[in-house]
């Protein structure tokens, strides 16, 4: 699985200091704090972090579904085909949603509206994106049922959420976020609400049929096998931050940052022993408000050094080809150039 | 479905069966009688009008009687009225009763309901303060303040409305006025605060955030995915709301004058009026089983999830 990258065309996506915080009572929470990353045409990135990294406020606010207030989009830009979607008309950001950009949720038992059909639910998309009549739209909608893998799709069309398994929820979701062929799918988690047995197979559909239709992926997890199996790169999030980025191989085999090691080290593998408990990171994750100018990782890091307490640290390249990118003071001597 | 419209109604024979025994032997248990008073009565005109009224009878035949009676919807004489039996007087006053509550519901939900959806899409501006407040004083000033306030400045002040009085008199539908704006204000205050609540609830989730990343515009958002699961719980409270204010509001009938069925309520009990305790009690029991009947098929019409099997 190589990246799609070709030399003349550019990313379809580039987030670029995407910063956004929360009004709380407590304070300001600085819940993404200038995430900058870019996405091309057709492969598939993940954002992996703990919970309260900041992976579903970046793809919220890239779709601008932020409840705000307490929201607010701050600074950056999301250039979608070099259109910055943070300063566009409502009504034109309403054309790219569900249809150009679509989005799938972690959890398919309440993400599905439950008073109205899945008929209802799936008609409505083709419609409004797609100008097809009634007719045609439920004959589409049938169609993408049966490709997610939804028996006698014509009847079950016209049941309501509650008549489905999470796993088949979760798959009318994958229908309802494909059917317009979109250029970027993005996946907020969306597997982790479901039984083992059926994350494999979700996961599985999402690469088939975004594949076919050459949609690009964000796959939002926390779930590094997840990643493995089907990331081009990966982006690391820690309070609010990236703070390594790479090809997958590359992370998953020769990770950098000591949270993405903590991170992998915390995966229950078959391949090795099960001697000894599981390996977790120590402490919890930072809180948000008022952070100061240091390396919020440093209080659990086993390497941490004097001057990560005193500074955030920049961005070094490391690596062979220099394309992973760390933010770790312990790459200040070997890696190459820090950019600012 | 019809199987459960069906069991439904067979449901209400035995429901009515227990409140009618259960209040006909509590209000016997009350001291006193509908013929005692200050004065003592000669004990020779009291037995007379016990023996007219079946009084001298043991309670179980009465009591069947009485059974008997509301079989063929005869509520008996009133103790107390004289000439007047309890059919009429719910007749006469229970239609009354209904036109004013029906006016003050249907505004109270209209308006409460606005009201409830506007606050909860401005959540935390000036409009959702100037609606809760509203609201919060409607709540907590009683009835009892209201009318008399709002007679003091539209009838006796600005005289642009008669103090009190009927639809059916000399002022006409002007009367309903007053009445219906005070029985309106604090199901209107309620229904507000609690349809603002559940609104925000189903704002907030995850299924109006999918209907959002649809790309779907603000209004059909609104209609088509809000407003259905924020309105259930208003629709559970119409039932007991509806029994409440169709059967009259005491108060509010009797600081305008209204001749509704209000008033029976706290008469027949003080004066013992058995016959007439046991007839508001069979209507106000009536409306209340039919309502939430009415409601929970209103429900399962809502929600696809409630099933009648």
């Known amino acids: 699985m190589g990246t799609h990258r070709s030399s003349d065309e550019g990313p379809i996506l580039d987030v670029r200091d995407l910063t956004t915080y929360f009004n709380t009572d407590e304070g300001i929470v600085k819940a993404v704090d200038g995430v900058s990353f870019s996405l091309y045409r057709g492969e598939t990135i993940a954002i992996v972090g703990e919970s309260g990294s900041g992976k579903s406020v970046t793809n919220l606010s890239i779709m601008r579904l932020i409840p705000s207030p307490p929201g607010r989009?701050?600074?950056?830009?999301?250039?979608?085909?070099?259109?910055?979607?943070?300063?566009?008309?409502?009504?034109?950001?309403?054309?790219?949603?569900?249809?150009?950009?679509?989005?799938?949720?972690?959890?398919?038992?309440?993400?599905?509206?439950?008073?109205?059909?899945?008929?209802?639910?799936?008609?409505?998309?083709?419609?409004?994106?797609?100008?097809?009549?009634?007719?045609?739209a439920r004959k589409k909608a049938a169609r993408m049922l049966g490709e997610v893998g939804i028996p006698s799709p014509e009847r079950r069309l016209d049941e309501f959420p509650h008549q489905f398994s999470g796993g088949m929820r979760q798959r009318v979701m994958i229908a309802m976020a494909l059917s317009c062929n979109p250029d970027i799918?993005?996946?907020?988690?969306?597997?982790?609400?479901?039984?083992?047995?059926?994350?494999?197979?979700?996961?599985?559909?999402?690469?088939?049929?975004?594949?076919?239709?050459?949609?690009?992926?964000?796959?939002?997890?926390?779930?590094?096998?997840?990643?493995?199996?089907?990331?081009?790169?990966?982006?690391?999030?820690?309070?609010?931050?990236?703070?390594?980025?790479?090809?997958?191989?590359?992370?998953?085999?020769?990770?950098?940052?000591?949270?993405?090691?903590?991170?992998?080290?915390?995966v229950p593998r078959v391949d090795r022993s099960r001697s000894g408990p599981l390996y977790s990171i120590p402490g919890r994750p930072p809180n948000l408000i008022e952070l100061p100018d240091l390396c919020p990782f440093h209080p659990r890091c086993e390497q941490a050094m004097e001057i990560c307490r005193h500074r955030y640290p920049p961005a070094y390249s490391v690596g062979g080809s220099g394309s992973v990118r760390v933010n770790c003071w312990l790459y200040r001597e070997t890696g190459a150039g820090a950019e600012k | 479905m019809k199987k459960y419209v069906i069991r439904r109604a067979l449901g209400l024979i035995p429901t009515l069966f227990i409140i009618i025994t259960v209040s006909f032997f509590i209000i016997r248990l009350a001291p006193g009688g509908p013929f005692a008073r200050e004065k003592a009565?000669?004990?020779?005109?009291?037995?007379?009008?016990?023996?007219?009224?079946?009084?001298?009878?043991?309670?179980?035949?009465?009591?069947?009687?009485?059974?008997?009676?509301?079989?063929?919807?005869?509520?008996?004489?009133?103790?107390?009225?004289?000439?007047?039996?309890?059919?009429?007087?719910?007749?006469?006053?229970?239609?009354?009763?209904?036109?004013?509550?029906?006016?003050?519901?249907?505004?109270?939900?209209?308006?409460?309901?606005?009201?409830?959806?506007?606050?909860?899409?401005?959540?935390?501006?000036?409009?959702?303060?100037?609606?809760?407040?509203?609201?919060?004083?409607?709540?907590?000033?009683?009835?009892f303040v209201v009318g008399p306030v709002l007679m003091l400045v539209f009838a006796m002040r600005l005289g642009w409305l008669p103090t009190s009085g009927w639809i059916t008199g000399r002022y006409g539908m002007q009367t309903l006025i007053m009445p219906a704006v005070t029985l309106t204000l604090p199901y209107f205050a309620y229904i507000a605060r609690l349809s603002r609540a559940s609104f925000l609830d189903v704002l907030r989730s995850d299924y109006v955030r999918t209907a959002r990343a649809k790309g779907l515009p603000g209004g059909i958002v609104i209609f088509r995915h809000v407003i259905r699961g924020g309105l259930l719980p208003v629709v559970s409270y119409i039932g007991p709301a509806f029994a409440q204010i169709v059967t009259g509001s005491v108060v509010v009938e009797q600081i305008f004058r209204v001749p509704g069925l209000g008033k029976f309520f706290v008469q027949s009990a003080i004066n013992r009026d058995y016959t007439l305790v046991m007839g508001t009690v069979i209507v106000y029991s009536v409306i209340l089983i039919l309502m939430n009947f009415f409601v929970d098929l209103l429900y399962g019409y809502l929600d696809p999830r409630v099933s009648y099997d």
Do not use: C, W
């Open chain 1, 73 to 136: 989009i701050m600074k950056g830009q999301v250039l979608f085909e070099g259109r910055d979607l943070l300063n566009l008309p409502p009504g034109q950001m309403r054309r790219i949603r569900g249809n150009r950009i679509s989005m799938i949720f972690q959890d398919p038992m309440t993400s599905l509206n439950p008073f109205l059909r899945i008929s209802v639910q799936l008609i409505e998309t083709l419609r409004l994106h797609q100008g097809l009549n009634r007719h045609e």
């Open chain 1, 185 to 266: 799918l993005i996946a907020d988690e969306p597997t982790t609400a479901l039984d083992v047995t059926i994350q494999a197979q979700i996961l599985e559909l999402i690469q088939e049929l975004t594949k076919r239709i050459d949609t690009a992926v964000v796959m939002i997890t926390h779930d590094l096998g997840v990643v493995a199996a089907m990331s081009d790169r990966v982006n690391v999030m820690y309070a609010g931050r990236i703070v390594e980025t790479g090809g997958s191989e590359d992370i998953f085999y020769r990770s950098r940052h000591p949270y993405t090691s903590g991170l992998i080290r915390s």
């Open chain 2, 41 to 143: 009565v000669p004990d020779e005109i009291l037995r007379n009008l016990e023996r007219k009224y079946h009084m001298d009878d043991p309670l179980v035949v009465q009591y069947g009687r009485y059974l008997f009676d509301v079989l063929r919807f005869d509520l008996g004489p009133s103790f107390r009225y004289k000439d007047h039996d309890v059919n009429s007087l719910i007749a006469g006053s229970l239609p009354n009763s209904l036109i004013l509550g029906l006016v003050s519901l249907g505004a109270a939900l209209t308006l409460g309901i606005a009201a409830g959806i506007v606050s909860a899409l401005k959540q935390n501006r000036l409009v959702d303060y100037t609606f809760m407040s509203v609201a919060t004083v409607g709540i907590s000033i009683p009835l």
